[in-house]
């Protein structure tokens, strides 16, 4: 599968975005998707993830009920909504992907990758 994470840009505290992970050549619904951050000379953090067909999100504390995993089946695509948005969220994002069935925080842990998005929050 092809990963590409779109729809980052400009916004102001306490806003919301919503970025998109686009996935081509297979279907995503049966991949467990992940979302990660990685800020200016931060390593890649874990944000949220969603097991293949149907399974539950999980989410990193610091984003626990501010943003929202979902799957758009028929668009080939995972979501990641974003509300109360801080500086601290500013980084860019990226979508990763793997066939087993249980969600894993550690970017290394997923077999597929794309370029991700840039989220900036200004104060």
């Known amino acids: 599968v092809q990963l590409q994470a779109c729809g980052g840009g400009l916004v102001q505290t306490g806003g919301s975005l919503r970025v998109s992970c686009v996935g081509s050549?297979?279907?995503?619904?049966?991949?467990?998707v992940g979302w990660f951050r990685q800020a200016p000379g931060k390593g890649r953090e874990f944000v949220a993830a969603?097991?293949?067909?149907?399974?539950?999100?999980s989410y990193a504390s610091s984003v626990k009920g501010r943003f929202t995993i979902s799957r758009d089946n028929p668009k080939n695509t995972v979501y990641l909504e974003m509300s109360s948005l801080g500086p601290e969220d500013t980084a860019v994002y990226y979508c990763?992907?793997?066939?087993?069935?249980?969600?894993?925080?550690?970017?290394?842990?997923?077999?597929?990758w794309g370029q991700g998005t840039l989220v900036t929050v200004s104060s």
């Open positions: 990763e992907a793997d066939r087993r069935s249980w969600i894993g925080i550690l970017a290394p842990q997923y077999g597929y």
């Open positions: 969603i097991v293949r067909i149907g399974g539950s999100p």
């Open positions: 050549g297979d279907t995503l619904s049966g991949y467990t």
